[in-house]
């Protein structure tokens, strides 16, 4: 378990309990500057760190440039609007089978993925229509 700190309790907390999925770097700086005035971002970006290598949190990518973060949970794929640049979460992982061939083709064991599909939210899509 980390190492308790002003800053990584507030990003902890912020993680779990707010119910929102993905986290930018800088939206959590945002918000734990709320809690913890003196938090700047390096110790943010410092908290991420060492809760992503204590297991409680995965970085996701999804090739915005910006790295997100989230609960580690139960493994799951994602979804990004081309247009508005929503992101939300798809259940379960869709990838299963493919882990199977991966390894029968190349003899690798498969321990881990991401994938982001991208296309139209419901809203922009019925906007484009």
Same mark, same amino acid.
């Given at each position: ?61 999804? @090739?915005?440039? $910006? %790295? ?7 493994? *799951?794929?994602? #979804?990004?609007?081309?247009? +508005? /640049? ?13 882990? @199977?061939?991966? $390894? %029968? ?7 881990? *993925?991401?994938? #982001?599909?991208?296309?139209? +939210? /419901? ?7």
């Amino acid at each position: 378990m980390p190492r308790p700190s002003p800053v990584t309790d507030a990003v902890r907390a912020l993680i779990t309990r707010s119910g929102q999925h993905l986290w930018a770097l800088d939206e959590l700086h945002d918000r734990v500057r709320e809690q913890v005035a003196s938090a700047n971002f390096s110790s943010v970006l410092r908290a991420v760190g060492t809760l992503e290598t204590a297991g409680l949190l995965d970085r996701i990518d999804v @090739a915005d440039g $910006k %790295a997100r973060y989230e609960l580690r949970q139960e493994h *799951h794929e994602h #979804v990004k609007c081309s247009s +508005c /640049g929503r992101i939300q979460q798809v259940p379960g992982c869709v990838l299963e089978e493919a882990a @199977a061939t991966v $390894k %029968a083709s190349t003899g690798f064991v498969v321990t881990g *993925h991401q994938l #982001v599909f991208s296309g139209l +939210c /419901g809203e922009c899509a019925q906007v484009s229509t």
